[in-house]
Nanobody, 119 residues
């Protein structure tokens, strides 16, 4: 069993900052890519940022220069530092990890954490 547990969401004013964390636990051989996705009300889930096990990153154009993804492989944790937040960043943020099990690779999702940015 693999679990991803997110924390760090909340309510913040526009221009403020939040830091999300996502810790993986359970029985597995390792973790490949990890990432953050978000879903605003009435919209589809979209990619925010991803990071490989080697530290290469990828960002949605809408968050470039404002958000930073990082990971601690020893702690099996991925972070998302969000600065200069805008009301358009509001949504439920989900952690994703591609986890290596004995029988192969599988994607897991966290339960989501709410981020609300007020104007």
């Amino acid at each position: 069993q693999v679990q991803l547990v997110e924390s760090g969401g909340g309510l913040v004013q526009a221009g403020g900052s939040l830091r999300l964390s996502c810790a993986a636990s359970g029985s597995f051989l390792g973790i490949n890519d990890m990432g953050w996705y978000r879903q605003a009300p009435g919209k589809q889930r979209e990619l925010v940022a991803t990071i490989t096990s080697g530290g290469s990153t990828n960002y949605a154009d809408s968050v470039k220069g404002r958000f930073a993804i990082s990971r601690d492989n020893s702690q099996k944790t991925v972070y998302l530092q969000m600065n200069s937040l805008k009301p358009g960043d509001t949504g439920v943020y989900y952690c994703n990890a591609n986890v290596k099990r004995g029988w192969g690779l599988r994607a897991y999702w966290g339960q989501g954490t709410q981020v609300t940015v007020s104007s």
